[in-house]
């Protein structure tokens, strides 16, 4: 038997791994296709919100035909029909502390498409906790933010920004508004990194991207571990991650 060329040990990698979507909204339905597009076999898609009118603009996998709909139902069949190939398991149920184990167990990686800061502190913190690599993405109007966390090694969402604001303060992107082309960009690229995170190694560790959807231009911000971060600072990286990252 011919052992496979180097070419093709990361697509083989991809499709034995698999993904947790958090987040069947523009995130995650932009990652979600990219995903199963690239040669995705297996991915979870976690959401307890239903399809309405107002979200068609950006949530590319759902129609209209799908209103009232759970969100994670409409897109695993848009993804069967685009992507007969892929394996997409739904949970319709909001990730929390309660269930976050058992969603997470058996994920190669975790790729955080919710919307609300203190749900994304939530995810971070819960992520990083069990020891799961995590791509982060946020969105509203023209301006989105991406970073990776890799529990152990790299700096998390809370060594960056420490705590969510007041309720209320800052508003979503469902009350500001977002730019569709946006959420399309940042999920696809949160697609492109969990693709690295499963086959070659994170990109956007210790590193927020940023992206002016107005201007098109990306910035790259280095980031440290915060070693007072409540979430991370007693966080033993695994033996293969601390290797891999030098």
């Given at each position: 038997m011919t052992p496979p060329s180097p070419a093709g040990e990361?697509?083989?990698?991809?499709?034995?791994?698999?993904?947790l979507v958090i987040g069947a909204g523009a995130l995650?339905?932009?990652?979600a296709d990219a995903l199963g597009a690239a040669g995705a076999r297996r991915l979870t898609l976690v959401d307890d919100d239903r399809v309405e009118r107002s979200n068609?603009?950006?949530q590319l996998l759902h129609r209209a035909r799908d209103l009232g709909r759970p969100k994670v139902a409409s897109a695993r069949d848009a993804l069967a029909a685009r992507h007969p190939a892929l394996a997409t398991a739904i949970a319709p149920v909001r990730f929390a502390a309660d269930n976050a184990a058992?969603?997470?167990?058996?994920?190669?990686?975790?790729?955080?498409a919710t919307d609300g800061l203190a749900t994304k502190f939530l995810v971070n913190d819960l992520a990083v906790g069990l020891g799961a690599p995590l791509v982060h993405a946020?969105?509203?109007?023209?301006?989105?933010q991406l970073m990776t966390i890799l529990p152990g090694v790299s700096a998390c969402y809370?060594?960056?920004?420490?705590a969510p604001p007041p309720e209320g303060s800052v508003p979503s992107c469902q009350e500001a508004g977002v730019l569709g082309s946006l959420a399309g960009t940042i999920g696809?690229?949160?697609?492109a990194e969990a693709i690295r995170i499963v086959t070659t190694g994170a990109l956007l560790a210790d590193r927020l991207l940023t992206y002016d959807g107005l201007t098109g231009r990306f910035r790259h911000v280095k980031l440290r571990r915060n070693p007072a971060c409540p979430t991370c600072r007693h966080v033993v990286a695994p033996v293969?991650?601390?290797a891999s990252n030098g």
């Open positions: 990361p697509i083989a990698r991809l499709a034995e791994a698999s993904v995650g339905c932009a990652a068609l603009h950006r058992a969603l997470v167990r058996g994920h190669a990686c975790v790729i955080d946020g969105i509203v109007r023209f301006q989105g809370r060594c960056l920004f420490g696809m690229l949160q697609a293969a991650a601390r």
